[in-house]
């Protein structure tokens, strides 16, 4: 679980409905069936999915340059839950932030060691 860095919408949202969907097919059947093991396998699946909800949207709040302390705009009600919809939906910039490069850009090419290989000892690839 990572709380930092940036998750981009495309992240955030298939997190979102990748958890969303056996959450509600749990909770309905749990309705439907009244049973102690359903309510156990429920509480159980959203007991284990919080925290990587929490960190998705820490970094979902990083890319658009916000701090994670936003989230609590949960306890705000519905004025909060609308604004806090809004700063999950809107596009960021493209460009990094304090909290690290853009999710979509281009990653950072890794170069040799600018220093000759020493003869002794073997090589990483191992050649």
């Given at each position: ?20 969907i056996?959450?509600?097919?749990l ?75 853009h ?25």
């Amino acid at each position: 679980m990572d709380f930092t860095g940036r998750a981009g919408r495309r992240e955030y949202w298939s997190f979102f409905l990748l958890t969303l969907i056996p959450a509600v097919a749990l909770m309905a059947a749990r309705e439907l069936s009244g049973s102690l093991a359903v309510s156990l396998a429920t509480s159980t699946y959203l007991l284990a999915t919080f925290p990587p909800w929490l960190a998705v949207n820490v970094r979902r709040l990083h890319d658009s340059g916000r701090s994670g302390w936003w989230l609590l705009l949960w306890f705000a009600g519905p004025v909060g839950w609308i604004v806090y919809f809004v700063f999950m939906v809107v596009k960021s910039g493209l460009g990094d932030n304090r909290y690290g490069r853009h999710p979509d850009a281009a990653p950072i090419p890794v170069r040799e060691a600018p220093w000759p290989q020493a003869s002794g000892m073997p090589r990483a690839d191992g050649a």
